[in-house]
């Protein structure tokens, strides 16, 4: 059995923690004082690369690397802290907030330290009234006791935080949409390049990091990069030549929710399996596993041939999926896949920024697909076609018998491909909200695609059993190559 | 200069341009709709994306990128000599492949899912991006099923409508508030397939700031759809009837560009023409709407002459054998002859010859609209001025050895008392202010040349129907020293003529040597006579103007 190891969240439930002098009392602000006086600011820098710390937020982009684009000579320079923490199924960096935010200042007051940089902005998500509360105590705390501000324990340090609540838009957490929204203009993400590391803040370099990425700072620094490093796996990085290591290190704080006995926030080691992660929440609700959402509503869902996936970066982007934001949602036989597709694509029509075309119109649309779909109003052509598969040669090919035409399904998979295309990972949207929008709903219509065939056939909501419903991996897999183009086929 | 491979051409491009800029000017079309030179760069109409190449180093060969580009963000530079492609490329994009046409057709797709296919009884057919881009880069059905968005209709301003249900959200006209007007009335409300341009209202939908700017009706230029309708075009024509011209607005001394649309009916609207260093793409309200007087039912038609105290109307012949008479009988110190800033080059230079060569008379004024104001906008000045061609009269009228020419108060003294006054005058109706109105009352004998009954010609004697910008051609000269051309686009209404035709038909009922048939020979005179417009032919102006040598401004 594996047992949660608790880093980020080991004093979460230690009464009074939120205040500082309990938090003192655990090592509290001992961190950042063993940075500034035993290391250099590009020490801490060079720790965290070496750490193979990767951002928690959800692209998974190593946090060392990320701070080396940072230019050194334009100043000022801005920490943009996102806590705005609004994928459907992520609630880790809310319990940070509410019961320990000394952790997070201690981890901003490492980054500020490490990259010099001397204003902090906190955009904490506009339903967190407690975390922004909780946070903006713990600031005005450590203010008094002389860990922010100026001249910081006599170092000559100056660090100032400001919180800033979001206004309750989804699309304020990509980090583009963040930074435009705290300058106070509309929240919709900017063009990259100039990424926010060159061109953030108010036209300044500006590192952007998620909540959890920066309370793993104060542990990197105090236990060291080798005692970090030993927490998850590595992997060789094959793409590249020759192969470079890809470390999944450290833990990550697991939003396990949906059928599990004890669905909650899990801290565990990187590259844990998916039927492991289930186990440790307590098993499964029911009687089996139908399908897992790996990290967050907008990643590609996982079948029960997918369970012993590794739910880490690497892992989960091999398996086209991806690890997001770690919020995993179990699905047990009794959920219907049209209808969670539904659910999900109602969130996100009404999340678009209608910024650009592709989103603004095809988002509304995917949605009115499936709503027709699950109305019972999804269409399905008279005729028939060949039906394409895998061939006897196990290469995706004519097949020699013949399928009936779902015009809705087509249309379904075009129109999310033309937002973003799922195969070849390319998206004409200006931020990667396209590609969250079409992941789910080209990934539940191809893995469950004879529950939509059967819930247009019999023009209602129809449950199939776990094994009916799902398409094997195999066929899955052929399906997606024969819409790469050849050169990107070993990308 | 860098060195780009364009589909299949290459090219030499100026730093800093973008693919668009970079293939419209070798003929191929990137279609666009959010992107406008004018203004910044959002790329959120993702409708000219391109296919960029890269080197991609495990094949050794140059690919297409993973990720089509914008165009309108994708800027050429030269590329460090390490990093050249294909050892000579500074960029290597296409505009054509199969990818990028995909693309194209399915934002087009996008952007017609709530579009109304109200092209019949839309302005904007006929010159609107979203119809021509659709029939080139598009699908022809659609696979929208569903309910179309339909946002109410709003009035935004004075002069202009919002269509919104055949809006693409490209955002150009709130940029242009933002950047060039730097009124910052419009701006977008609500969300997503929901966006709406709009101006700031209260909860009730009470307007709280209108659209109601000097450079407002930009905004309907510039929108590449029918969502942003001029009230004072609407329903008017369908644009392919109209005709064009290239001219110059005569509303101030900016001299913007424009373009005169007209039928054979009069105006119908006024467009600005892109000029780099006069009025980039702009142009203001007061010259876009303030052709109106052009089209008026009250021009004048016919000569009139005095006849018991009352304007009567009679024939060319009359009337000018009336003025010949009267000016052959005085001496040449009591005539004054008043050219105007509202005519062109060539006007006053044939009214110069006459005064000089014919009248014998070195008494020369200059008379123009009175000052306005200036408006002054982030990108754009509207200036006091209000003539076209003030710097032009002046510099010509006084051409001649010995000319003087007078102006304001100086000329009024002069006027006054003066035996025999020829003004000529034109442009849209001038109030007179008291002194010019004395003066203007005790003349023996006032010839005005105008184009509308005015307070002017109530005082005349004799009244010549002149022309307006419209319905001759000729040069203006700028505030800045640009010379530029005025071409005819309307016959002029009943017996109107052009202005430097009556000075020569006086001219040489008197004697004078005239002998001009059109106004570019006109202009060759001015070129060898006047200093400093040795260039200034009518084929080496052209459509983009001459700046005169040593205007510094």
């Known amino acids: 059995m594996v047992q949660e190891r608790r880093i980020l969240y080991e004093h979460l439930d230690v009464p009074d923690i939120n205040t500082f002098d309990v938090f003192r009392q655990y090592d509290g602000y001992t961190r950042f004082e063993k940075a500034i006086a035993e290391y250099q600011p590009d020490d801490v820098a060079k720790m965290v690369m070496d750490s193979g710390l990767k951002g928690r937020g959800g692209a998974g982009f190593s946090t060392g690397l990320k701070w080396s684009f940072v230019p050194k000579d334009i100043k000022p320079c801005y920490l943009c802290c996102n806590a705005d923490e609004s994928e459907p199924g992520t609630f880790s960096n809310r319990y940070v907030l509410e019961k320990n935010p000394h952790l997070l200042i201690e981890g901003i007051l490492i980054c500020c330290y490490a990259m010099g940089i001397e204003t902090t902005y906190v955009y904490i998500r506009g339903e ?87 309370c793993n700072l104060p542990f990197i620094i105090g236990n060291g990069v080798e005692w970090y490093t030993q927490m998850g796996p590595t992997y060789a990085d094959t793409r590249a030549n020759p192969p470079t290591p890809d470390p999944n290190t450290g833990t990550k704080l697991y939003c396990i929710s949906g059928d599990v006995n004890e669905p909650g926030v899990y801290e565990l080691d990187l590259g844990l399996t998916c039927s492991e992660l289930i186990e440790v929440a307590g098993g499964l609700r029911g009687e089996e596993v139908k399908a897992v959402i790996p990290g967050g509503s907008s990643a590609p869902i996982l079948t029960h041939y997918e369970l012993d996936t590794r739910l880490d970066f690497t892992s989960l982007t091999l398996a086209k999926s991806m690890l997001g934001s770690g919020g995993i ?163 | 200069m860098a060195f780009v491979k364009l589909n299949d051409l290459e090219i030499e491009v100026e730093d800093g341009t973008n693919v668009v800029e970079a293939a419209r000017e070798h003929g191929i079309e990137v279609p666009h709709y959010c992107y406008h030179s004018g203004l910044s760069r959002p790329a959120n109409c993702r409708m000219c994306l391109v296919e960029p190449h890269v080197f991609f180093p495990p094949a050794g060969a140059i690919v297409p990128d993973r990720q089509l580009a914008t165009g309108c963000t994708t800027v050429l530079r030269t590329a460090p000599p390490d990093r050249k492609l294909d050892g000579k490329y500074d960029f290597i994009v296409r505009t054509d492949s199969q990818r990028v046409q995909k693309a194209r057709a399915d934002i087009l797709e996008f952007l017609l899912v709530h579009h109304p296919l109200d092209c019949p009884v839309c302005d904007q057919a006929g010159e609107c ?101 001029s009230k004072d075009f609407l329903f008017k024509s ?205 003349v023996d004998f006032l010839i005005v040349q105008d184009i509308l009954p005015s307070e002017v010609t109530q005082l005349a004697d004799v009244v010549l129907p002149g022309t307006t910008f419209a319905e001759k051609d000729g040069t203006f000269t700028n505030s800045t020293g640009w010379v530029q051309r005025i071409r005819k686009a309307i016959d002029p209404p009943g017996e109107a003529r052009v202005d430097w035709e009556i000075t020569q038909q006086l001219a040489k009922q008197l004697g004078g040597e005239m002998n001009y048939h059109f106004a570019g020979e006109i202009a060759l ?29």
């Open chain 1, 128 to 214: 967190f009234t407690l975390g922004k509360k909780m946070l903006d105590a713990a600031i005005k705390e450590a203010y008094e006791k002389g860990y922010l501000g100026k001249d910081i324990r006599g170092t000559g340090l100056n660090v100032d935080i400001y919180s800033h609540p979001g206004a309750g838009a989804y699309i304020c957490g990509e980090e583009t949409g963040l930074i435009e929204s705290l300058e106070g203009k509309r929240g919709q993400p900017r063009n990259k390049p100039p990424f926010p590391a060159v061109e953030g803040v108010f036209g300044k370099p500006t590192v952007v990091q998620n909540v959890e990425t920066l």
């Open chain 1, 329 to 491: 949602i179990v699905m047990n036989e009794t959920r219907n896949i049209v209808d969670c597709l539904l659910n999900i694509m109602k969130f996100y029509a009404h999340e678009s920024c209608g910024q650009c075309t592709p989103c603004r119109w095809g988002t509304p649309w995917v949605r009115d697909i499936v709503q027709r779909i699950a109305d019972g109003n999804g269409r399905k052509d008279t005729m028939t076609r060949p039906k394409f598969g895998v061939a006897e040669n196990g290469r995706w090919g004519d097949t020699g018998e013949t399928e009936e035409i779902y015009e809705d399904l087509d249309l379904l998979e075009s129109v999310a491909n033309n937002i973003a295309n799922v195969d070849t990972m390319t998206w004409n949207t200006i931020c990667v909200f396209g590609i969250a929008v079409s992941w789910p709903a080209v990934s539940y219509m191809r893995k469950f695609r004879p529950e939509f065939e059967a819930t247009i056939q019999e023009g209602k909501l129809v449950t199939l059993p776990v094994a009916e419903a799902t398409v094997s991996p195999e066929e899955n897999y052929a399906y997606q190559q024969r819409f790469v183009p050849k050169e990107f086929a070993d990308l």
């Open chain 2, 129 to 229: 991006d979203l119809q021509d881009y659709s029939h080139r880069h598009g699908y022809d059905k659609s696979r929208y099923l569903e309910v179309k968005n339909v946002p109410p209709k709003k009035d935004l301003g004075p002069d202009v409508l919002l269509y919104a249900t055949r809006c693409v959200v490209c955002t150009r006209c709130i940029r242009f508030a933002d950047e060039v007007s730097g009124t910052g009335e419009l701006g977008l409300v609500h969300r997503g397939s929901h966006d709406e341009i709009d101006i700031p209202r209260s909860h009730e939908g009470v307007p709280l700031q209108l659209l109601d700017n000097k450079l407002a009706g930009n905004v309907v230029d510039i929108c590449p759809v029918g969502a942003l309708i």
């Open chain 2, 238 to 442: 369908r644009p392919w009837f109209l005709e064009k011209a290239n001219s110059v607005c005569s509303g101030c001394s900016v001299g913007c560009n424009i373009t005169v649309e007209y039928k054979a009916d009069g105006l119908y609207r006024i467009k600005p023409r892109f000029h780099e260093d006069i009025n980039q793409h702009w142009m203001c309200d007061d010259g876009r709407l303030g052709y109106h007087y052009v089209n008026s039912d009250d021009r004048l038609q016919l000569p009139l002459k005095r006849v018991d105290d009352e304007l009567t109307p009679t024939h060319w012949a009359d009337a000018l054998s009336v003025i010949t008479e009267r000016l052959s009988e005085i001496e040449t110190e009591d005539i004054v002859v008043i050219g105007s800033a509202q005519g062109t080059n060539e006007d006053n230079y044939v009214l110069q010859q006459f005064a000089h060569d014919v009248l014998k008379t070195t008494q020369l004024g200059l008379f123009g609209q009175l000052l306005g104001e200036e408006h002054k906008f982030p990108q754009f000045t509207i200036e006091a001025d209000k003539n076209p061609n003030t710097a032009g009269a002046r510099t010509i009228l006084g051409s001649a050895n010995g000319n003087v020419v007078l102006e304001g108060d100086a000329l009024w003294e002069k006027v006054s008392g003066a035996k025999v006054v020829y003004l000529v005058s034109g442009g849209s109706e001038r109030p007179l202010e008291d002194a010019e109105k004395a003066a203007l009352e005790s």
């Open chain 2, 525 to 553: 005179a001015i070129a060898e006579n006047v200093p400093g417009y040795s260039d200034t032919s009518h084929q080496k102006i052209g459509d983009t103007g001459i700046k005169l040598a040593g205007s510094d401004q």
